[in-house]
Each structure stands twice: as structure tokens, then as C-alpha cells.
């Protein structure tokens, strides 16, 4: 079920390889082993092998390691970088051009063209396709054609009506080596978006053949397809004609899929397997895992946030003076240092430390543990009953949250309680379909590393993830003013401005930032642990 | 004995018919949406759920559903799971592991366990007799669990001598250890009701006289005795291996085996019925099977019970 917790890790990057064009010095290839095999902890990927379809941990582990899009981000810095984007030029930040690097090549032979980016788009944001990814692709022009919007929702009697063309009029082919990218509105935000997987181009064979594609998937990445068998592994061998900067420094990877993160373990402690990016729980407990690795814990600090949701569609959580009130009544040192023993830090807004623009004390007092003036803002509320927290108990998250609520209870002096949910989907099913009916869990894993991410999807008007139910007007318009801001730093500002409003309607309590354990085996002399939760592939050495 | 074996297969339609709706009810009437969980924090685009909703045919009537499903099933199609893998797949990597596992685990039970049995009921109140009985005492009141993971520090990690988990290829060498974690709360019912039966047979009058014929040890406890006191110990085996073959999950969590176990708990949690449908359907068959032969078996070891 832990596995399931991570396929919020939509996480981006075509990963690998282009960590830092200018420190070649002291991780030039030739250190150690390049000849050398890795195995890497997996679940089994959820979806067919397509980039355009995979949105969760297990696939998007495979995907990231096999394709690379226009740009990438530095894994340790989550700076952008251009990849098979030679150049991007645009016009207000509404027209963008991109020029693409001669030399890039598939796995089957054939060149990198504007036209396997084009035909990759269309076909993933195309309804009947049917993909996961679709909607990344609502940003451009003619999306609302090749994917219409079902009239009474999902649950309604009505069928999405059928697309009327299966090509987006904002996407242009130039000629082989560049295409333009029409947007509806004008966004500053489009090309950091472009490192996520279901940007990645796609070869011809795709289109002509998608089952052998599924069989036999063919990227543009570092690393291409071996074998799969399906729940046992998957495995990849280096791609020699890879035209990005960094090349691997081993040669086979083995991407090997568990049960459970418990069952990997004790592989990984008998060095029977490579890598683990994230800990199990009974691992950590106690410090178990430093007794059993030593110096072989890998641990940093990744994109993800924790957060507690009210469900504002129900009456109880409309006073925001209650809402404050449970934002101050919780002891977010106490529970980050008792429970977490400092693998978690608590948070001071809603977007991430990591994130290029982010400001230091965006929330201020309201998210800092205050007993009196969090009983003063109940008194103000009139509030008086129960509260409950309601989360999957999982993924470790039972422990949290009943200290949480223990926090609330006996600082505010009102019953509150842990409610577990019987499972991930259960609790999901629930929030979606608006059923819930106290605060619980929530939580953010970047999709791509931008302000941008940690809002808008949240917090707009009806955006996707935005299942509180929270809106203001004057939020949607300065997030708007921000996405179709002219220049960067100013729609970083903007964005801020929108975060210390959200921050003061508080319709969702900021907790803490995550660090990841990971665990290696001796046989790597050196691998680290990305910001988007996952191995660094360019970063691992063998011995 | 043909009319008979004729008529409970023929039995076994209904039965069959009866499970397999059962279980297609339970795992796709179940509340909530499959689709939930499966986008992450956000909700699937509603044209991939339109999409899934159309493929698993969950617009229909659950009848209708059923009856696609079992046609289909007729003609060999176990269906795909949502990523597009077809269950027969699935089924075809995970099945003979988990035969290779509850064989070696029912050969473990039935050597172990009978022989125990034989020796301690054929000498009562003996040294031995004490240690199996406070043996199996111990190894019943351990959850397997336990035995499991003790086991895998142990011999895995503390010592060295094996793998602490299993390869995907799952050889049956490397099941040994988790064929016999799998076997051991069995193994010591095996004992108990082996001793017990032998006991009981050792006073009968046949086992008397054929002592009294001078007949060597060998042929009175191998032949006489054993036969009939196989009886219930047969049917303990026989629906044994039907639940060694679904009942596998912890064992397969701890060692990693990629079996059917933890195939059908990953499948329930994720809500992929046709897995979950596909693999306990063939679970049904493994025990029609195994009852019918345990029950034509009977008629073998005692020619009393034949069957007109």
C-alpha cells in the first residue's frame, strides 16, 4: 500500500543525466565499474509502458530512466536545463518556439524529429486515448477540441461528446528540427513544465504498432528497454548513442519489483539489492536502519509537503476562525522531532523550501504552535463539538496524525480524534466524491519543480486538486495575473502575493516538508537521492 | 466408480458456477470507485475513467457483467488487468511458483509431520513422544509470521546460508526455507492427528491378529496400521494444499515470492477484479480437484468405502 501512497510522485524529469554540464572534474566517468549492473527497488508499474500514461512510481522510475524531453532538471538542484531543446523562444510567453539539438536519436535508430514531439502531444492529450496525462496538455491552444470536457461530469448519465480532431491547433510543425507551441493564455510556467515524462516524444514505430510498443518500449533516454516480466522486473541496458551530456557510469540496470518496501530490505541490508530510494517504516523506527546500514543511509531533502485539508463544502469548517485556531494549536516542533526524529521540517507556507522564489515565513504566526491565542480564536469561532482527523493509517501516517490530534485536543480542550480510513482508495473515493466529513490528510509531491505547482493545481477555483472545495475570487485573479505574468520574476511575485492569501483564508493547515531515506548497498561507492524522491541516476557509482 | 466420478463432476458445475459468482459480485459490487486511488492525489481524467468503466463492461447490469465474463472465460480469456497485462499472464508466471511452494511445503508436512506422528504414536509416553508433543505445541502457537521473519534474520542475514529473499526465477531449492515456514503450523496438526490415529488403530483387532501372524513390525505398522489410520490425515493434506496454494501471503510477503498470494492481496487492494476474479477462480478448481481425489482416495485405502 506504500507504494500506492507514492504515485503522488508524478514526478517529473526525464531525469538523469544532465546534472551539472560544469563539474565534470570529480565525477568523470571511469571512476569505478562502468561496465557494472544495479538493481533498484520498484513496484510494479500500474500502466502500460507509455510515458504519456504513466503518472505513478513504479512506471515513471522505468519512463524516466528510458526518455528525455526538451529540457530536464538538475536532480540535486531541481534547476532546468535544455536536453533535446537546442533553444526556446517565445513570443509573451503565449507562443514558444523550440529548436531542437541535431544528433538525438531513439533506440531503434531513428533521428529525434519535431514531428515524434507533435505526434506524441496529440496523441496524449486526445480523449479516446484514454491517458493519465491528458490533462498537462490543457494549456494549449485547441486541448479543449481533442479532449472535450464531459458536460455533468464523470458521474453523470452523459458520455463525453466526441472530440472533433484528434490535432491540437496550437502545435505546429516547422520543420524537422523545430515546432511551435501555441498556448491559450500566455504562461511563463509552460517550459519548466516540459521535464515531466508525458512530455517525451515518441518514436514512429508508436504510432504504426502501439501493442509491440507496450512490449517492447522505445525511448530516447540513457537507458533502453531489455526484458520485462511483469511483477518480477524490469530490465534496462545503457543506450551507447546517447546524445545528452551525462552519460551513465554503469552499464545495466535492473529495476526489480517487490511486494513491499518491508520485503526489500532485507535484500538491501544483505546487499542482495542496490538501492532503495525511501525506507520502509519498521526500518525506521527506533533508528533501526542506521544499526543495519551504517554509512550506506542515503537521506535528503525532496518535494513534498504535508498538509491537513478541511473539507470547506461542509459547514462546520467555514468559520476560518476555527480553522486557525487548529492551525495554532498544533505543536509542529514537537511532533517533526519526537515522531520524525528530524527527517521532517516543519512548514512555514505553502510552498516548498527547494523552490526557486520562496520566501521564508510566508504563514507566520498562524503556523506556529500558540495555545492562547489559539484557544482566543475558538472562543471567537463559537465552535463546539468534535473534531476528527481522518487519514489512511498506512504509509505511517497513523502516528502523525493521532499526535496531531492529541495536539488540537489538549490545547484547545475539544475532543478531537484520529479516524483511519480502511484503505488509500477508500479515502480517495471519499474526497472526490466530496464525502468527507472532518479535516484529513493531504500532501503534494512536486509534478515539476515551480511555485507554480504548489498552487495552482490546489487552491484555483476548481482546479484538479482542489478537492476543499476553496475559493476566493481574489486568489483566482492574482494566480491568473501571475500564470500570464510577462516575465518570470514577476509572476514568482505574484504567485507569492496569491500564497499570503491563500495563507490567510487558511483553508488548508501547512505541516512540515519531508526528507526521504533511501538505503544503498556497498557495492555502490557513490548514489544519491534526487529532490523529486528518487535515485539519481548520474550520480551512482560502482565499485 | 466411473458413474460415481462422472457425478461429481458434474457436481461441480454448480459449485463452480456458484464461487465464481460470489466472488465477481464481492469484488466488483464492492463500494467504491476502482478508479479512486489510481491518479494519485488528483482525480483520473474523466475520459481514462470513461474509457476503464466501458473496458470492464461496468456500465452493464452485474449479470450481464458476469455472463461476459464467464464467456469469455469459457473461450480461455481471463481478461487484462488496468495496465494491460492479460491475467492469463500473470497467472502463468505466478502459478508454478506457488505449485513449487505448496509442494515442498506439503512434502515437508507429510514427511515430517507423519513420520513424528507414526513414531510417537506407536511409542506413547516415551522421551520422544514428549518433545514432538511440546514441539508442535510450540510451533501451532506461533504465528507464522513470526517463524517467518525469525527465520529470514537468521539463516539470511545473521548466518549467511541462504538468500533472504527469493529470486523471480524461484527455484525449489531456494523455497526450502519458506516451504517449511509455510508447512510448520500444519506439519504439527499433521503429528498430532497421525499420533492420535496410529494410537487408536494399534489396539484394533486386525492389527492383533496380524501380529499374532508373526508378520514382521515393518508390514504391520506399514500396511495394516498406516492405511487406515491415513484416513483422516488424507483429507487434512488434500484441502492443505488448496490452502497452501491461496493461503500463501504472509509467507510470500516476508521471502518475496511472487506467487498467488500476494498476487490476489495486492489485486484486492488495488481493486483489479479481473485478477482477483481470474486467480481465485482457478483456487476454486485447485480444491474441486483436490476433494475429489482425496475423496476417490478413501476408496483406494479402505475397500469398505468404494463407491457403487
Known amino acids: 500500500m506504500k507504494a500506492r501512497m507514492r504515485t503522488t510522485v508524478v514526478l517529473a524529469a526525464a531525469t538523469l543525466l544532465l546534472s551539472s554540464c560544469g563539474g565534470g572534474g570529480d565525477d568523470a566517468p571511469g571512476t569505478g565499474n562502468t561496465e557494472g549492473a544495479i538493481s533498484v527497488f520498484n513496484t510494479e508499474p500500474e500502466n502500460p509502458l507509455v510515458p504519456g500514461n504513466t503518472t505513478e512510481f513504479g512506471g515513471g522510475q522505468v519512463m524516466d530512466a528510458m526518455f528525455t524531453g526538451l529540457i530536464d532538471y538538475d536532480q540535486q538542484t531541481t534547476e532546468v536545463k535544455n536536453a533535446v531543446a537546442d533553444s526556446i523562444t517565445d513570443v509573451d510567453s503565449k507562443v514558444y518556439t523550440f529548436k531542437l539539438k541535431p544528433g538525438w536519436k531513439f533506440h531503434d535508430g531513428t533521428d529525434v524529429k519535431a514531428k515524434n514531439f507533435v505526434d506524441a502531444w496529440n496523441w496524449t492529450a486526445y480523449g479516446p486515448n484514454a491517458t493519465q496525462g491528458a490533462p498537462f496538455f490543457s494549456d494549449i491552444q485547441g486541448y479543449d477540441e481533442v479532449n472535450p470536457a464531459d458536460p455533468d461530469g464523470k458521474s453523470g448519465p452523459q458520455p463525453a461528446p466526441a472530440p472533433t480532431t484528434d490535432k491540437m491547433s496550437g502545435l505546429k510543425v516547422i520543420d524537422d528540427t523545430t515546432f511551435e507551441v501555441t498556448l491559450k493564455n500566455s504562461s511563463p510556467v509552460f517550459k519548466v513544465k516540459l521535464g515531466y515524462e508525458v512530455y517525451s516524444p515518441l518514436p514512429d514505430s508508436f504510432f504504426a504498432d502501439k501493442a509491440a510498443f507496450e512490449a517492447k518500449p522505445i525511448g530516447n533516454g540513457p537507458f533502453k528497454f531489455v526484458s520485462r516480466q511483469v511483477g518480477a522486473d524490469v530490465k534496462l541496458t545503457r543506450f551507447d548513442e546517447y546524445a545528452g551530456m551525462d552519460k551513465p557510469k554503469f552499464k545495466d540496470l535492473t529495476f526489480r519489483v517487490y511486494q513491499s518496501r518491508e520485503a526489500a530490505y532485507p535484500d538491501l541490508v544483505g546487499n542482495q539489492l542496490d538501492f532503495i530510494e525511501e525506507l520502509p517504516p519498521n526500518a525506521l523506527a527506533g533508528q533501526q536502519h542506521k544499526t543495519d546500514l551504517g554509512d550506506r543511509v542515503v537521506e535528503r531533502d525532496s518535494l513534498i509537503n504535508q498538509t491537513l485539508a478541511f473539507p470547506l463544502y461542509q459547514e462546520k469548517y467555514k468559520n476560518p476562525d476555527l480553522r486557525k485556531a487548529i492551525s495554532m494549536a498544533i505543536n509542529r516542533e514537537e511532533i517533526t522531532t519526537r515522531i520524525y526524529e528530524g527527517s521532517r521540517q516543519p512548514a512555514d507556507g505553502l510552498v516548498h523550501p527547494l523552490l526557486k522564489g520562496y520566501q521564508k515565513g510566508q504563514c507566520g504566526e498562524l503556523c506556529t504552535f500558540n495555545p492562547e491565542k489559539a484557544r482566543e480564536h475558538l472562543a471567537k469561532s463559537g465552535f463546539t463539538g468534535t473534531l476528527k482527523i ?10 502523525w496524525a493521532t499526535a496531531a490530534a492529541n495536539s488540537i485536543k489538549n490545547t484547545l480542550g475539544i475532543e478531537c480524534v484520529f479516524e483511519p480510513a480502511t484503505s488509500l482508495g477508500d479515502f480517495r473515493g471519499k474526497i472526490n466524491a466530496r464525502e468527507m466529513t472532518d479535516m484529513y490528510r493531504a500532501g503534494w509531491v512536486a509534478d515539476y519543480p515551480s511555485i507554480e505547482n504548489f498552487l495552482n493545481p490546489i487552491y484555483r477555483t476548481g482546479a484538479s486538486s482542489n478537492d ?23 509572476s514568482i511575485k505574484l504567485y507569492l502575493e496569491a500564497e499570503k492569501m491563500i495563507l490567510n483564508d487558511l483553508p488548508f493547515v501547512p505541516l512540515w516538508t519531508q526528507n526521504t531515506i533511501g538505503g544503498k548497498s556497498d557495492r555502490l561507492s ?9 535515485l539519481d541516476l548520474t550520480s551512482v557509482e560502482v565499485a | 466408480m466411473g458413474r460415481y466420478v462422472l457425478r461429481r463432476l458434474l457436481q461441480m458445475v454448480p459449485v463452480f458456477l456458484g464461487t465464481t459468482f460470489g466472488i465477481y459480485l464481492l469484488v466488483w459490487a464492492l463500494p467504491g470507485d476502482p478508479f479512486a486511488g489510481k491518479c494519485g492525489e488528483r482525480d483520473c481524467p474523466d475520459s481514462f475513467v470513461a474509457a476503464m468503466n466501458e473496458k470492464y463492461n461496468l456500465d452493464d447490469t452485474i449479470f450481464v457483467q458476469y455472463g461476459k465474463y464467464l464467456w469469455n472465460l469459457l473461450r480461455g480469456d481471463f481478461g487484462e488487468t488496468f495496465s494491460g497485462v492479460p491475467v492469463s499472464e500473470l497467472i502463468a508466471n505466478a502459478y508454478p511458483v506457488t505449485l513449487r511452494l505448496a509442494l515442498v511445503a506439503l512434502a515437508v508436512e507429510a514427511l515430517i509431520g507423519v513420520t513424528a506422528g507414526v513414531v510417537t504414536g506407536l511409542r506413547r509416553r516415551g522421551f520422544l513422544d514428549s518433545l514432538v508433543l511440546v514441539s508442535t505445541l510450540f510451533l501451532i502457537s506461533i504465528p507464522v509470521f513470526v517463524t517467518g521473519y525469525v527465520l529470514q534474520l537468521l539463516l539470511g542475514l545473521e548466518w549467511g546460508i541462504i538468500n533472504p529473499t527469493v529470486s523471480s526465477k524461484a527455484g525449489f531449492g531456494e523455497l526450502i526455507v519458506p516451504g517449511f515456514v509455510l508447512a510448520s503450523l500444519s506439519m504439527a496438526y499433521v503429528a498430532r492427528l497421525t499420533r492420535a490415529s496410529i494410537a487408536e488403530t494399534r489396539r484394533a483387532d486386525y492389527v492383533r491378529t496380524a501380529v499374532a501372524k508373526g508378520l514382521p513390525q515393518s508390514r504391520v505398522v506399514g500396511v495394516h496400521m498406516l492405511r487406515n489410520a491415513a484416513l483422516p490425515v488424507i483429507t487434512f493434506l488434500g484441502t492443505d494444499l488448496g490452502a497452501f496454494m491461496g493461503g500463501a501471503i504472509v509467507t510470500e510477503g516476508i521471502f518475496n515470492i511472487p506467487g498467488i498470494g500476494g498476487l490476489i492481496f495486492k489485486s484486492i487492494q488495488s481493486k483489479e477484479g479481473a485478477t482477483v476474479t481470474g486467480l481465485v477462480v482457478l483456487l476454486v478448481l485447485v480444491y474441486l480437484v483436490m476433494n475429489l481425489l482425496v475423496d476417490l482416495l478413501y ?3 479402505d475397500p469398505r468405502i468404494r463407491y457403487d
Open chain 1, 390 to 399: 481522518i487519514s489512511n493509517s498506512d504509509g505511517g501516517h497513523s502516528e
Open chain 1, 468 to 490: 476543499g472545495e476553496y475559493s476566493n475570487p481574489e486568489v483566482d485573479a492574482k494566480l491568473a495575473a501571475a500564470d500570464t505574468a510577462s516575465s518570470e520574476e514577476e
Open chain 1, 526 to 534: 557513490s548514489a544519491k537521492l534526487s529532490a523529486f524522491r528518487k
Open chain 2, 299 to 301: 476408496g483406494v485405502l
